[in-house]
Every structure is written in structure tokens, then in C-alpha cells.
């Protein structure tokens, strides 16, 4: 099945800075590439995803990019707050297997 | 709309003891997933349902089981519980959009979880 690796497991950043994770995945017929963001107590809520006919998606403050040939992918948020200090999550999906297959997150800290 | 609900938000078992947690949601979608969160872990796919009466084991189904009766609900067993089971358990919800490589799982939408611990 699809393993998906995410890193690093923690970050630390001072407001204003950029925050990069980064995560890459074995099954070279996945197609779809999500990002959720978990605050402390909350659910997984989706922020961005990416499928695998485009390189580059940004929303905002926050972007992902894809690499199909090396197989990783990307989330970059720059100009951080300190609401966004969360866990992020990183998935990936062939898409007609119908499941999503996470990575085991990365604690994000913004200090102000 | 609610979205994706889940009851109980607690719950405390003894070992042995079994309970049902029940999943629901409004938005029509086709397929609903368990999971389970363990620190360091990330979200484990318990189990999952791509259609009315339909279910299929996910990565970790061991010690659970589910049905899917109504397309709206979704529900996760434990029939003897084990302290391994210690976990918060999320429901999820989506729907398959077609894109020109075929079928393609859309957003997954969570519920606000279940916070089990088993003594």
C-alpha cells in the first residue's frame, strides 16, 4: 500500500518567517495530494490539495508544490502568524482506491 | 447544514466491556472512513464504507467492526475493549468527483472526534 513519510515532526519558526514540510510517498499512481491543518482539540480541516496534473497551487499565504518524477510534495506557508501554530498533515490517494493515506504529522509553532 | 457528527465526545470503558460509536453526516456523501489518532501517528484508516452496505478494512481493523445501514450513518463497534484502544476516533465523509484520469477522492470532511480510554 501507500507509505507516506513527513518532514520534520516538529518546527519552530519566528512570526513573519516561512514554514516549509515536506512529504514524500511510494505509489507512483497516486493522484491526489491533500493538506489538512489540526489545531489542538480540533478536527482535521482541510487547507489545501493539489492533484497530480498541476505542479504548483497557492492560496494565499500558503502554496504546495509537486514533484511526480521524485514523488514529494511540498507545504510552504510563508509570512507566519501565531494562528498558525497547529499540527499539519500531509495525505496522499490513487484516487479510485478511494483512501487517503496520511503522514504522521508536523507540530508547527509560530513564536511571536 | 451539520456536517459530520459523532456521539459520544467521551467515553470511558472498562477492559472487555464494548460500545458503539456512531458517525453521521448530511452532505449525501458516498464514502465514510473510521480512523484512529495516536500521538505521533498520525491518522490510522480503521475502517471504510464506499456505499450503503458496503464496508472494507482499512490499515488497522483489528478489534473493530462496522456497518453502513443508511447511507447517512456510520458505525464503529468494539465489542471486547482492549487499553490499546485508548485513542481519539474520527469519522470522516466524501464524495468522488470525476477528473479526466478517472474517479478521484475529493475532500475528506472530519467529525469533531470521539475521546476514548479504556481501563
Known amino acids: 500500500g501507500e507509505n507516506v513519510e513527513q518532514h520534520p515532526s516538529t518546527l519552530s519558526v519566528q512570526e513573519g518567517d516561512s514554514a516549509v514540510i515536506k512529504c514524500t510517498y511510494s505509489d507512483s499512481a497516486s493522484n491526489y495530494f491533500p493538506w489538512y491543518k489540526q489545531e489542538l482539540g480540533k478536527r482535521p480541516q482541510l487547507i489545501i490539495d493539489i492533484r497530480s496534473n498541476v505542479g504548483e497551487k497557492k492560496d494565499q499565504r500558503i502554496a504546495v508544490t509537486l514533484n511526480k518524477t521524485a514523488k514529494h510534495f511540498s507545504l510552504h506557508i510563508t509570512e507566519t502568524q501565531p494562528e498558525d501554530s497547529a499540527v499539519y498533515f500531509c495525505?496522499?490517494?490513487?484516487?479510485?482506491?478511494?483512501?487517503?493515506?496520511f503522514g504522521a504529522g508536523t507540530t508547527v509553532t509560530v513564536r511571536a | 447544514n451539520a456536517g459530520v457528527t459523532q456521539t459520544p465526545k467521551f467515553r470511558v470503558l472498562k477492559t472487555g466491556q464494548s460500545m458503539t460509536l456512531l458517525c453521521a453526516q448530511d452532505m449525501n456523501h458516498e464514502y465514510m472512513y473510521w480512523y484512529r489518532q495516536d500521538p505521533g501517528m498520525g491518522l490510522r484508516l480503521i475502517h471504510y464504507s464506499v456505499g450503503e452496505g458496503t464496508t472494507a478494512k482499512g490499515e488497522v481493523p483489528d478489534g473493530y467492526n462496522v456497518s453502513r445501514l443508511k447511507k447517512q450513518n456510520f458505525l464503529l463497534g468494539l465489542e471486547s475493549a482492549a487499553p490499546s484502544q485508548t485513542s481519539v476516533y474520527f469519522c470522516?465523509?466524501?464524495?468522488?468527483?470525476?477528473?479526466?484520469?478517472?474517479?478521484?477522492?475529493?475532500?475528506?470532511?472530519f467529525g469533531p472526534g470521539t475521546r476514548l480510554t479504556v481501563l
Open positions: 495525505a496522499a490517494s490513487r484516487g479510485n482506491d478511494y483512501k487517503l493515506s
Open positions: 470522516a465523509s466524501s464524495y468522488s468527483i470525476g477528473v479526466e484520469a478517472g474517479p478521484s477522492t475529493d475532500t475528506q470532511y
